[in-house]
T-cell receptor, first 108, second 112 residues
């Protein structure tokens, strides 16, 4: 029972472009979280959006949440080569599950 | 604060051997969990704990045991290693089961 599935699976863009990743989940949530994982490293928390919030910003990150559609999106603006990583969403329910992630490649 | 630490960083086992993966956190977090990550599979929850003395199974618990005798430590035991347990193992902790998770650097396990 995956709670948090990312789309697309892979994304390749040029440096300076924006990157958008989507997440869908199945049941009602208290919050939704996005994480980044650089190759060979542990996950790092990026941003948490509560169920009563519709949009949240953190630096070049913008997260939206649509509870009626059970979906969220992560926008990275003005991407940099250092943004190359895998991005995961998690919509914690009774247990904490992650999806398979979106692999983002930013080409210098 | 060291955050979440895991040892060892890398381990090679033979089929049938047992071992314990160590995980410790110094943030006084009640919730701790173990995940395994395989190529193309994302992270899968093995076991988790909501506090000292309380553990529960995740989605892939078979072949693994856990215990939580203190708030700080949450070791993962492989009872009889199998090649299917070759993976990268991550430990994580958080204030609560639905809050931000803090991850350790991972343990790479190879079972021959």
């Amino acid at each position: 029972s995956q709670q948090g599935e990312e789309d697309p699976q892979a994304l390749s863009i040029q440096e300076g472009e924006n990157a958008t990743m989507n997440c869908s989940y199945k049941t009602s949530i208290n919050n939704l979280q996005w994480y980044r994982q650089n190759s060979g490293r542990g996950l790092v928390h990026l941003i948490l959006i509560r169920s009563n919030e519709r949009e949240k910003h953190s630096g070049r990150l913008r997260v939206t949440l649509d509870t009626s559609k059970k979906s969220s999106s992560l926008l990275i603006t003005a991407s940099r080569a250092a943004d190359t990583a895998s991005y995961f969403c998690a919509a914690p329910g009774n247990q904490f599950y992650f999806g398979t992630g979106t692999s983002l490649t930013v080409i210098p | 604060n060291a955050g979440v630490t895991q040892t060892p960083k890398f381990q090679v086992l033979k089929t049938g051997q047992s071992m314990t993966l160590q995980c410790a956190q110094d943030m006084n977090h009640e919730y701790m969990s173990w995940y395994r990550q395989d190529p193309g599979m994302g992270l899968r929850l093995i076991h988790y704990s909501v506090g000292a003395g309380i553990t529960d199974q995740g989605e892939v618990p078979n072949g693994y045991n856990v215990s939580r005798s203190t708030t700080e430590d949450f070791p993962l035991r492989l009872l009889s290693a199998a090649p299917s347990q070759t993976s990268v193992y991550f430990c994580a902790s958080s204030v609560g089961g639905r809050e931000t998770q803090y991850f350790g650097p991972g343990t790479r396990l190879l079972v021959l």
